[in-house]
Every structure is written in structure tokens, then in C-alpha cells.
């Protein structure tokens, strides 16, 4: 098979659910179609934050997968986050993800790390087992800094040199280390594609990569293939214009108070958009209220960043 080319935009989609609650597949096809149909897209990455993975029972993960693959057609590959705890468990969630149709594997730590730490050698045996296990091709997936979970430059490049690994989604959030670190990873595996995740300050990583798999890929995904563009031409003046467009978007949805609240926010935006009709949560998430909601579709307007008038004409 060969490797998946991410060298554009990964968006992370949220899961759309009813209004009572249950997964509406329906309404996640839609959100497939619209953006695997941009030039620009490379993949669609579920099962995420974004996504409420986590929230979601087995077989409804599963049948999400099967929604996507069939709703996408072939246009791009599908990635799902593999978050199982124990590393035989992940490998066994990674090899039903395979026969369920994804292609990729985006590889969650460990959650008890992020408190206590991980042993040495421990990250790059839970990729070892999903690729063999699966044969999903794997990103390797850095979490900030401020957590416990954030792979030092050894186990980075430890894994990225691995079988089967093909991407890094980097979200250090510390500018000292990715200056250090991600030539490092360039130098050692110049195939190793290199992906931000800075959501909520993504122009500080943009003239580095190859791409982006972000949640914020939900909302302005014509915006964010123009700011990789950019990106990828080092002009610096077009990326700062797009950056300044889209601040007021990035300020109401991710300078909030709690990262998970940007998945809520993510749907409202939604909404306003006309891709979504509500922005239903699970539990643990919370609504933000009206003033937020308000806040939110503000930004949007003050960004001239509208309705999807295609996506609607098409239904």
C-alpha cells in the first residue's frame, strides 16, 4: 500500500449526534463529502478530541469508520485515533479500525502517562504492536509539553524510524523545543512528514511543515489550505494576512478557558456555518451557554467567513 501523502490539511472532524444524543451517521457523511471534496484535504482524521472518540461505544466508533470510508469514496485516506490504554489493547482497537476501513492510525499516548510518565521504551512498543498488529499506516502523535505524555527527542526519533510510522502530528507548544527538535526529525528521516497542531497559534509552526491535522479544520478549511499554501511558499506577508482573518475565530473557539471546550465551540461554528443544524455534545462535555454562542458566531462574521451556500445547494 502505499504511504499516505498528509501534505496538506488533516481535518479532525467532530461527531455530529442527534438531538437526543445518539450518533447521526447521516449527518457525519455530510461533513465527510464537504471536505474530502476540497482540493487541499489529504485525509480525515476521527476519533480524535475533536471528534469525541473517546465518548463513543466500540461499535459506534466502528460504524463511524465504515460512514466515512464509504462517504469519502476513495477521495481520501481515513485516520482513526487509537486510544486504547494498554498496548495489546490498542493493537486489538487498531487491527478492528483496519477492517473497518481506515487506512491510518493516529496514535494517542497512553492516558495514565499523562500523569505519571512513561517508562523508556514503552511509546515505541505501542507503535510497533499497532502497525504489526494492523498494518495502519502511523503518526506519531506529540502532546504538549506541559504534560507528562510529551516524548522527549530520543523516543521521537526512536519511533519515527520505525515500520509503518509515515507522519508526526506536533503539538509541543513550546517553541524552544520545536525549533530544536523537528530539524532533528527532518535530518534523521527526511521522508517523515511533518505535521502542526497548534490550533490555537498555528502561524509560528506554518513555515515548517508539510501540513496540518487540526481540529480547526472543521470550521475554515478554505482559509487553513490558503495558510499551508502560504506556508510552503515562505510568504511570510500572506500567511500573517490569512492569520489575522481568521484571530477572531481562533480567540472565540480556542482561547477559552479549557481546550476540550474548543470541541463545543468547534460544532457551534458549525452550526453557523450551515454544516451542522445543532451542536449536541456528550457528556463530559458541557454547553457554553448563549453569551459564547453569541461570542462565537460573532468572530465568524467578523472573519467574512459564512455559510457553506454549496454544501446547502447540493442537499
Not at 469508520?65 to 490498542?90: L, M, N, S
Not at 504534560?147 to 513550546?174: F, H
Request: aromatic share 8%; with cysteine.
Amino acid at each position: 500500500m502505499p504511504t499516505m501523502d498528509l501534505r496538506g490539511l488533516s481535518p479532525a472532524p467532530v461527531t455530529a449526534f442527534t438531538r437526543d444524543g445518539e450518533v447521526d451517521y447521516p449527518a457525519n457523511a455530510r461533513i465527510a463529502k464537504w471536505l474530502a471534496g476540497m482540493d487541499g484535504v489529504k485525509s480525515l482524521v476521527i476519533l480524535g478530541h475533536a471528534g469525541e472518540g473517546t465518548f463513543l461505544t466500540e461499535e459506534e466508533r466502528l460504524q463511524l469508520i465504515r460512514t466515512y470510508v464509504e462517504a469519502v469514496d476513495g477521495q481520501v485516506p481515513i485516520i482513526a485515533g487509537i486510544t486504547g490504554e494498554g498496548t495489546k489493547v490498542a493493537a486489538e482497537e487498531a487491527k478492528k479500525c483496519k477492517s473497518a476501513g481506515a487506512t491510518g492510525a493516529l496514535v494517542y499516548p497512553n492516558h495514565g502517562w499523562l500523569r505519571f510518565g512513561f517508562q523508556k521504551g514503552a511509546p515505541q512498543d505501542r507503535y510497533k504492536a499497532i502497525w504489526q498488529e494492523s498494518g495502519l499506516q502511523c503518526i506519531l502523535f506529540q502532546y504538549p509539553d506541559a504534560t507528562k505524555a510529551s516524548y522527549d527527542l530520543d523516543t521521537q526519533l526512536a519511533i519515527a524510524s520505525q515500520d509503518g510510522v509515515v507522519a508526526t502530528k506536533n503539538g509541543v507548544r513550546n517553541m524552544k523545543r520545536w525549533y530544536v527538535e523537528i530539524p532533528e526529525l527532518k535530518k534523521a528521516n527526511p521522508n517523515l512528514q511533518i505535521l502542526s497542531c497548534h490550533d490555537e497559534w498555528l502561524l509560528p509552526t506554518m513555515f515548517d511543515v508539510d501540513g496540518l491535522l487540526v481540529g480547526y479544520g472543521n470550521i475554515t478549511p478554505e482559509l487553513l489550505i490558503d495558510l499551508i499554501k502560504a506556508g510552503k511558499a515562505q510568504n511570510y506577508p500572506e500567511a500573517r494576512r490569512i492569520f489575522e482573518r481568521l484571530l477572531p475565530v481562533t480567540r472565540a473557539v480556542y482561547h477559552r478557558g479549557s481546550h476540550m471546550e474548543g470541541t463545543v465551540a468547534l460544532k457551534l461554528g458549525l452550526v453557523h456555518r450551515g454544516v451542522l443544524d445543532h451542536a449536541t455534545i456528550r457528556e463530559p462535555l458541557k454547553n457554553l451557554g448563549e453569551k459564547a454562542e453569541a461570542e462565537i458566531f460573532a468572530a465568524f462574521d467578523a472573519a467574512g467567513i459564512g455559510r457553506v451556500e454549496q454544501l446547502l445547494a447540493a442537499e
